[in-house]
Every structure is written in structure tokens, then in C-alpha cells.
């Protein structure tokens, strides 16, 4: 089992830029492919970004192609998510998960608890 630490998360204005970081610890936590969703209030959580286990390969949704980037350092366990361009609609939490590649969530098994970010306009 991988355990999951979100950081980074808070207020940022539109047009700003905030980075996310996804600290993983446990057994293997370096060989899972990493995605990131989020979930505003009153909506179903959404896939933002992943990234698979050596960092070649990464996939984003529409609505953040772009703009967002998705970035690995394995010696540090970590998977980063730097947002740019930020708009209000990028307001929600987001949640880093650990799992197989692929951009539903059942493709990951683990899930941190989140972070918010709010984008003020």
C-alpha cells in the first residue's frame, strides 16, 4: 500500500500559478503511475493529469492542456502538478492517487486527502 501526502495547495489569483507536490511513501511507491483529479463543490471528481512510473509518458484533460504540467522526481518520491494560467474554474480540491496508468479513477488504489485551491477572479 502507498501512502499519499498532498501539499502546495491555496489562494492564488487568476492568471497566477501554484505547484502542487504528492509526497509517496511505502513499498514500491516509486513504480505506481501518479494522477492527479479534483473536485469542486456540488461536482463529481474529475481527472486532471497522470504521469506514468518513469516519467515518459504523461495525459491531461482538456480543460488544463496547456496549461498545467505533470512532473516526477523518483529519487524524491514526489509527482508535482505546476498550474499556470490559473482560472477560477481551476477552484477545487485536488487529490493526488497512486495506481496503474490511466485517467479514471479506478485506475488508482490509493488516494491522498487532498488540497484545496482557490482561484479568485
Same mark, same amino acid.
Given at each position: 500500500?502507498?501512502?499519499?501526502?498532498?501539499?502546495?495547495?491555496?489562494?492564488?489569483?487568476?492568471?497566477?500559478?501554484? +505547484?502542487?507536490?504528492?509526497?509517496?511513501?511505502? +513499498?514500491?511507491?516509486?513504480?505506481?503511475?501518479?494522477?492527479?483529479?479534483?473536485?469542486?463543490?456540488?461536482?463529481?471528481?474529475?481527472?486532471?493529469? $497522470?504521469?506514468?512510473?518513469?516519467? %515518459?509518458?504523461?495525459?491531461?484533460?482538456?480543460?488544463?492542456?496547456?496549461?498545467?504540467?505533470?512532473?516526477?522526481?523518483?529519487?524524491?518520491?514526489?509527482?508535482?502538478?505546476?498550474? $499556470?494560467?490559473?482560472?477560477?474554474?481551476?477552484?477545487?480540491?485536488?487529490?493526488?492517487?497512486?495506481?496503474?496508468?490511466?485517467? %479514471?479513477?479506478?485506475?488508482?488504489?490509493?488516494?491522498?486527502?487532498? %488540497?484545496?485551491? $482557490?482561484?479568485?477572479?
Amino acid at each position: 500500500q502507498v501512502q499519499l501526502v498532498e501539499s502546495g495547495g491555496g489562494l492564488a489569483q487568476a492568471g497566477g500559478s501554484l +505547484r502542487l507536490s504528492c509526497a509517496a511513501s511505502g +513499498r514500491l511507491a516509486g513504480l505506481y503511475a501518479v494522477g492527479w483529479f479534483r473536485q469542486a463543490p456540488g461536482k463529481d471528481r474529475e481527472f486532471v493529469a $497522470t504521469i506514468n512510473w518513469t516519467g %515518459t509518458s504523461t495525459y491531461y484533460s482538456e480543460s488544463v492542456k496547456g496549461r498545467f504540467t505533470i512532473s516526477r522526481d523518483n529519487a524524491k518520491n514526489t509527482v508535482y502538478l505546476q498550474m $499556470t494560467s490559473l482560472k477560477p474554474e481551476d477552484t477545487a480540491v485536488y487529490y493526488c492517487a497512486a495506481g496503474r496508468f490511466g485517467y %479514471t479513477a479506478t485506475d488508482f488504489s490509493s488516494w491522498g486527502q487532498g %488540497t484545496q485551491v $482557490t482561484v479568485s477572479s
